[in-house]
């Protein structure tokens, strides 16, 4: 797709995969920082964009995911974008509580390749169990 055609419901012109999902990637509004990524349906990016926070598909549950409802951690869009080829979305999101991450970080790509291992080089911001109540 070069360009999203006026002409097409925005939902119809992705590409969703053969389980009607599209792959997103979440980004800090203002640092840029890359948070998350998950995946959508037509249903969840509706939402999100009726209500204006992030709402996913979550494949180990099977069902919407509407970021935060347990920790409190909610997303706000400020922005949606697709990539060139319209099969990968990435929303510019404001974190609330500055964690993404059901680890308690910030982000959840916060292992680094060191050598030959992968370390945790972010810390924890708030333990999970404080989160969650697990």
Not at 66 to 90: F, I, N
């Amino acid at each position: 797709m070069s360009d999203l055609d006026p002409g097409l419901q925005w939902l119809d012109a992705l590409k969703w995969d053969e389980r009607g999902m599209i792959p997103t990637i979440a980004q800090d509004a203002s640092s840029g920082r890359v948070l998350m990524f998950a995946f959508m349906n037509r249903q969840s990016l509706q939402e999100t964009m009726n209500t204006g926070s992030a709402v996913y598909w979550s494949r180990s549950r099977q069902r919407l995911w509407r970021k935060g409802e347990e920790s409190g951690h909610t997303q706000r869009v400020r922005s949606l974008r697709t990539d060139c080829d319209g099969d990968v979305l990435l929303l510019s999101i404001d974190q609330a509580g500055g964690i993404a991450c059901h680890t308690g970080r910030t982000s959840c790509f916060f292992y680094q390749l060191q050598g030959d291992s992968w370390v945790a080089v972010d810390p924890v911001i708030k333990n999970p169990e404080d989160i969650y109540g697990k």
